[in-house]
């Protein structure tokens, strides 16, 4: 299950990074939490397709289409760990984003139910009781 999971987050970035949120959702629980850090420029949770889409919306008026590349990928239990470089250009403010994330996904079955986000590659690798692969 892990491979899989693992695809399909990656399959998830691709599919983000062509424009397709639509296809992101799909593979999300109508009851997803996406919580994002509180040094974020929008701190806070986030929950259900409506408030991931509004969170969404608020990021994209900002900065336009957002591009993730990630970087690594780390799959443990129900949880897949990727740091990804984040860029975009806000078409109207020209407002630019480069940096890195640690978006941790936690899936219930194929169903992705939590979307946890960091600047802390340890601190997110801790979230899910993987302290070992912190540091390397």
Known sequence: M???REQL???GYEAWNRGDR???LEHMREDVEWITPPEDPDPGTYRGHEGIETYWEQWRAAVGQLNFSPEEVVTRGDHVVVTALRSGRGEHSGL???DR???VFTFEG???VRV???YDRDKALREIGAEG???Q
């Open 116 to 118: 946890s986000e960091h």
């Open 96 to 98: 630019q984003v480069s």
């Open 2 to 4: 892990s491979a899989e």
């Open 9 to 11: 987050v990656r399959d």
């Open 22 to 24: 639509s296809w992101v």
């Open 101 to 103: 994330v640690i978006q």
């Open 110 to 112: 194929e169903k992705c």
């Open 133 to 135: 692969l912190a540091e």
